[in-house]
Each structure stands twice: as structure tokens, then as C-alpha cells.
């Protein structure tokens, strides 16, 4: 039997929408392992976010100190991996965000883990669906070291809910803390009113086509209308037309919202892995034979420049007519 | 600068995924440099070159590093003529490694080749597992800077101020030597790589990583290249994370091109029920 760590992220005393996928998995885990699922919050404002974190699992651990300020790899990895060992794990998760995959090779290092990043599904208490191949394939792994380290993907798991009672919240001391003489500068962060990508309903992306920054203003009144977030191919983000976090695909962000809008944009294969398991594509590009119109549930051949003013006044329309 | 650069070779991703007996069918596959990887030398050489008159700095060294197949070491060649100046091709057959393993085998190389820097892909675009350079540092104790869109060597070349994508933005963050550098995309950028060497000046193509010259193919047939086993650096040729099966995702339903937008949108209304 062993108990189910699950590293989640948090701001302002809450978890992070991607954290509740991160739960979500780890509580279908402790049904094969046996053992319960505990959360462990670190960094800054941890201890503050127990008490909303509680409502998630029967265990939580907070690890607050000044050292652990900014989030590092080196200072983060060896409290995971510590508590993981103290508390009997035999998995420990972090959903696959920048942070997750940056931490959990290195909690995996240090517990002799094997890993499986980025699943989609689990099957039994030691194998998990994984996309391959930029998702144009999924492999089956299993693992059999003693400890599992594992990244879901966000957009694989539903949200989990909270439990019908609030767990217990421990503190736990950080210990000796050692950067390795790395230090957090600083971030240049991209401020937004919309939602994140990775949670968003509605997603807008801009490609090559749009040819300049500028020319996304007017996906970005289409996103706003709808509540979406913004995002873009490589080509895009490459050319500085927008932020490069914007990047959906591969080697981007993974998405599934409802609506997909890919706009400009050809449908190279890097990108599709990022988007393909949305529910609805919309592809609007003004060459018929692009490979984005073969993975599109509705394809408008058209330049930009004339459709999306229009879908813009057309869905105004629809919402007055509501 | 001596700078480690592990590669790995990957089927083209250009070509289309076939199942053969549950797995993936690779008879006649073609195979080139993982793109990350071949950034990461890219990047190697960007670090001890300087870029405006296409000469190396002395002193410095870049060695390639793959655990694969024999003919595995075309893709090795292929770094070598881009400019790296040695190799080490670790024979072994893709059924007997997992991380676990290249990580083991990669820090046994480190211990006797102990260079000032490991620069390497963020993942492998085959498997996408995006672990073994964070799995290294791990292992290693050594710090850490992972999907590197930027670096700036230090005056003192002993530490290095790296730009990383992450969500929401990029972060930067400061590592001294040695440590280990993954890459993301745009660290082939015109001015990603600044080494305080290259005059700032000087901009690079920015349209991905230098294509071997002629010169540079010839150049890499003399290149040192020695052959080795996993084995010999104390590990077990052993994976612990096994691949059962491979399956296709099933396709997406045929979609359907609509003549104009208030056709788009009635649909999108009607029929998806996303408006
Ligand atoms: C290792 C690796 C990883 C990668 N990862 C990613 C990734 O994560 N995400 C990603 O997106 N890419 C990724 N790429 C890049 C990918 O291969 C493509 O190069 C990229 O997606 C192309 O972007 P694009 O479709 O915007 O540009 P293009 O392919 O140039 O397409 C532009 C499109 O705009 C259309 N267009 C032009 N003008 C108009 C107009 N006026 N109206 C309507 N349509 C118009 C054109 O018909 C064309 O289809 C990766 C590549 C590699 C090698
Ligand atoms: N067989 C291998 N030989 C050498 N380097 C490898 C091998 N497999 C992975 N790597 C390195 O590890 C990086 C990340 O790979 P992965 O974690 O498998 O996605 C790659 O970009 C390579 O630099």
C-alpha cells in the first residue's frame, strides 16, 4: 500500500485550476495504490493555502521558509523528494505545467524513480497512456521502480471536487535549504484579464498569416467576445508578432477547449499535437489545401482580413438576438 | 568552454506513424538529429565561437554524446560536421534504455570527461518525455536551467544568465558552471546566445541550426569518434519503464468546409452548441 504525493501549485491562498487535474489523477492512483492522496504545497504563501487545499485531500503539508521564496528546482526537489520518502509514496505528481516538468524529472532523480510525463490516461497501478510523437500516437508504459514520478496533462483530467470534509494541514520545516548557487532573477511576466490557456473554453489562435502584431488586435476582439484566450503557432511567436507563451503545440501549450479558432494558421504537425483534442476546430485560412482543414469540423476559406471582422459583427448578433 | 552535448537520433516526424505488431513499425524509417538536440549544438558552438568571424575560441571543446544503434552514428557525424569536435556513441538498442539508463550512462561520461557545461535538448521529439536533462542535474547535484530560450555567459565565464519559457512569461535565472542547459525553440534566435566573445553586433540567421558545410562533412569523417557500452559506465542495459503498446489515436470525423461566416456561425450555434 503507499500514498499518492501530489505537488500542487497555488496563488493568492488557492489552488491553481491546473493543480485540481494534478488531484484529479493522483486520486485515481490511490485507488490502485491503496493509500490516500496527500497534498504538498511549498514556496511562499503556502501555509495560507492549507486551508483551501484541505478541502481537496484527507493530508496536506506545507513547506513555507524565506529560502523558498521563488521556486527552484534545486531548492524544491529535494522537499518533494524527503516527503515523499517520509510519507510512504509510492507516486508523486505535479500536473505537466512549466513548473511540473521542470521539478519532477528531478524528484524522480532523487528517488530512483522512474517517470511518466505528460499521461492522459492510467490504466492499473503501474502503467499510463501517454501521447508519443508529437500525439500522433499513444504509448502504454509501464513502470517498475518502487517510486512512480508522473506528470498529467491538464487537459486530460477534469477538475477533481472538493471531498465532503476538510483534511488535516501539517507544516513541515524546509530543512537545510540549497540553491546549488543557482538564484531566480526574475520573471517577465505577460499580464492578461483573460483566462489561462490551459483552462480557457474558447481558444483564438493567430498564425504566420496574420503577418504582424498589430494585426492580432483583432483576434483579440474576437477572444474578448467570447471569453477566450489568445494563442498562436510557432511562426507567430517566433516572429515577436505576440508573446511566446502564446505558443500552442508540441512544444507549446497542450489545449482541449470547446471551441479551437485557428486562424492564418497551416496546421503543421508540431501544432496540431497541441490542439487536436479540442471538441470543435474552427479553421479559417485563405489556402483550401492547408492540412489544418483535414483536422477542422468547420473550415471557412477565406482571408482573415474579411472573415473575422465579419464573425465579429455576426456573433454580436447572435448574442443581442439571445 | 568545454561543453557536453548528449544527442539522440529520432524517426523524421514528417513521416507518418505505422503500427507494426503493437509498436511503432520503424523498418525504413529515416532518422535525423533530434531538432532539439541539434539546437543544443547549435547553441554549443554559439557558446564557444565568436560568431562574427566564424573562429573558435580557444581552449574550448564540444563532444557529442548518443546511446544508440550502430547506425546511430550517422546522426553523430551529422553533429560532428555542424562542428563539434569529438564524439562518444554509446551502442545499444532503443529496447534497452529508458531514462533511468541514459541519465546513468551520461553521468559516468561526466564523471571522466568533466566538462563546465552540459547543453542539451528540452525533449526528445520521439518519446516527448522531456526528462533526462532535469533527471541529470538531479543526479549530478549540479544546478539546473531547463527550456533556455536565452543565455548570456557571464565576464567571468563562471555563471550564466538564462531566459526560460514558462507559462505566463520568462523567467530568468542565473546558474553557475557547471550546471546543465536545456533548450527550447528559440534559443536559435538571431541574438539568443551572448557568450561576451561574438560582438553584439553580430546577428546569427535565427532560421534554426547551421546546416553542415561541405568542408564540415569532410572535417567530421577525421573527427574522433570511440564507441562504448553501457556497461562500461556501471550500468545495467535495463529498462524499468517498459513500452507494452502503441496505438493510433482514432481520426477526427471528416469535417465540412462551410460557404461563409453566417454559415460558420449558425453552425457553431446549432449544431456544436459552442456559441
Ligand atoms: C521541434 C519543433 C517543434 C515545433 N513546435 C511547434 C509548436 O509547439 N507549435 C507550433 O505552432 N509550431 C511548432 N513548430 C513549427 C511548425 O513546424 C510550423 O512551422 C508552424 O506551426 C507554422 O506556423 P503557421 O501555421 O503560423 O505558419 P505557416 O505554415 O507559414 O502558415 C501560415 C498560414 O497562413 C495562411 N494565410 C496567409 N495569409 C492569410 C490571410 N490573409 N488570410 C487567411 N490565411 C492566410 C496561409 O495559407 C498559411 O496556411 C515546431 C517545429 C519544430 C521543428
Ligand atoms: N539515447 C540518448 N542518447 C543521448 N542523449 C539522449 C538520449 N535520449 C535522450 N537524450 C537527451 O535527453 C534530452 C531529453 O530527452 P527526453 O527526456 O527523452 O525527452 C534529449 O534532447 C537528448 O539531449
Redesign the pocket.
Known amino acids: 500500500m503507499g500514498n499518492i504525493l501530489a505537488f500542487c501549485e497555488f496563488t493568492d491562498g488557492v489552488l491553481r485550476s491546473s493543480a485540481l487535474s494534478n488531484i484529479a489523477f493522483a486520486r485515481e492512483a490511490a485507488t490502485h495504490h491503496g493509500g490516500e492522496v496527500i497534498i504538498i504545497l511549498v514556496g511562499a504563501g503556502a501555509a495560507a493555502a492549507g486551508a483551501a487545499a484541505s478541502k481537496f485531500a484527507p493530508k496536506v503539508i506545507t513547506v513555507e521558509d524565506p529560502g523558498l521564496a521563488n521556486y527552484l528546482a534545486e531548492t524544491y526537489a529535494p522537499i518533494v523528494a524527503r516527503e515523499a520518502k517520509a510519507n510512504n509514496a509510492t507516486v508523486v505528481t505535479a500536473t505537466a505545467t512549466a513548473v511540473g516538468k521542470d521539478l519532477l524529472p528531478r524528484v524522480a532523480a532523487l528517488l530512483d524513480a522512474g517517470m511518466a510525463s505528460d499521461i492522459a490516461k492510467t490504466t492499473g497501478k503501474d502503467t499510463f497512456i501517454r501521447p508519443i510523437l508529437a500525439g500522433n500516437a499513444y504509448s502504454t508504459v509501464q513502470i517498475s521502480t518502487p517510486i512512480i514520478c508522473v506528470t498529467p496533462r491538464q487537459s486530460e483530467f477534469e477538475p477533481a471536487a472538493e471531498l465532503g470534509s476538510a483534511g488535516t494541514v501539517t507544516a513541515s520545516a524546509a530543512g537545510a535549504i540549497d540553491a546549488l548557487g543557482a538564484s531566480f532573477e526574475r520573471l517577465d511576466a505577460q499580464k492578461s484579464d483573460r483566462p489561462d490557456l490551459g483552462d480557457a473554453k474558447v481558444v483564438v489562435s493567430?498564425?504566420?498569416?496574420?503577418?504582424t502584431g498589430e494585426n492580432f488586435k483583432v483576434l483579440e476582439e474576437l477572444a474578448d467576445l467570447l471569453g477566450a484566450a489568445m494563442g498562436?503557432?510557432?511562426?507567430?511567436t517566433d516572429a515577436g508578432m505576440v508573446p511566446a507563451d502564446w505558443?500552442?503545440?508540441?512544444?507549446?501549450k497542450i489545449v482541449a477547449p470547446n471551441l479551437y479558432f485557428a486562424?492564418?494558421?497551416?496546421?503543421?504537425?508540431?501544432?496540431l499535437?497541441?490542439m487536436k483534442g479540442s471538441k470543435t476546430i474552427v479553421a479559417?485560412?485563405?489556402?483550401k489545401d492547408?492540412p489544418?482543414f483535414q483536422v477542422a469540423d468547420y473550415g471557412l476559406v477565406?482571408?482573415?482580413?474579411k472573415?473575422i471582422p465579419e464573425l465579429i459583427t455576426e456573433i454580436k448578433k447572435l448574442k443581442a438576438s439571445r | 568552454m568545454k561543453i557536453l552535448v548528449p544527442v539522440k537520433r529520432v524517426p523524421d516526424?514528417t513521416q507518418k506513424a505505422k503500427i507494426k505488431d503493437g509498436h511503432i513499425d520503424l523498418a525504413g524509417a529515416s532518422w535525423i538529429v533530434n531538432?532539439?538536440d541539434e539546437y543544443a549544438v547549435e547553441t554549443a558552438l554559439r557558446l564557444c565561437e565568436n560568431g562574427a568571424e566564424n573562429a573558435r575560441i580557444a581552449g574550448s571543446e564540444i563532444i557529442v554524446v548518443s546511446l544508440g544503434p550502430d547506425d546511430a552514428a550517422k546522426e553523430i557525424r551529422t553533429c560532428l560536421a555542424m562542428g563539434a569536435d569529438r564524439a562518444i556513441h554509446v551502442v545499444t538498442t532503443d529496447e534497452e534504455i529508458d531514462s533511468l539508463v541514459v541519465v546513468k550512462v551520461l553521468q559516468g561520461i561526466i564523471a571522466s570527461e568533466k566538462p563546465d557545461l552540459v547543453v542539451m535538448g528540452k525533449q526528445a521529439?520521439d518519446g516527448d518525455a522531456n526528462q533526462v536533462g532535469q533527471m541529470l542535474a538531479g543526479r549530478l547535484g549540479w544546478p539546473q536551467a531547463t527550456f533556455a530560450a536565452s543565455i548570456e555567459v557571464a565576464v567571468d565565464k563562471k555563471s550564466l544568465f538564462v531566459g526560460r519559457e514558462v507559462d505566463g512569461g520568462v523567467e530568468y535565472k542565473s546558474v553557475p558552471v557547471p550546471s546543465v542547459i536545456t533548450v527550447d525553440?528559440r534559443i536559435v534566435g538571431p541574438k539568443a546566445v551572448k557568450n561576451n566573445v561574438t560582438p553584439e553586433t553580430h546577428v546569427y540567421s535565427g532560421e534554426g541550426a547551421r546546416l553542415p558545410s561541405l568542408k564540415g562533412i569532410m572535417a567530421a569523417k577525421k573527427k574522433p569518434m570511440v564507441t562504448a557500452k553501457v556497461a562500461d559506465y556501471g550500468a545495467e542495459p535495463k529498462a524499468m519503464i517498459k513500452e507494452l503498446s502503441v496505438t493510433l489515436p482514432p481520426p477526427r470525423a471528416a469535417g465540412e468546409i462551410v460557404p461563409d461566416v453566417v454559415t460558420l456561425v449558425k453552425k457553431l450555434a446549432d449544431v456544436a452548441k459552442v456559441l
Open positions: 493567430g498564425g504566420r498569416g496574420m503577418k498562436a503557432s510557432r511562426a507567430a505558443q500552442v503545440g508540441q512544444t507549446g486562424v492564418a494558421i497551416s496546421g503543421a504537425i508540431q501544432h499535437a497541441g479559417i485560412n485563405k489556402n492547408e489544418i477565406a482571408d482573415w482580413e472573415a | 516526424p531538432t532539439f521529439v525553440l
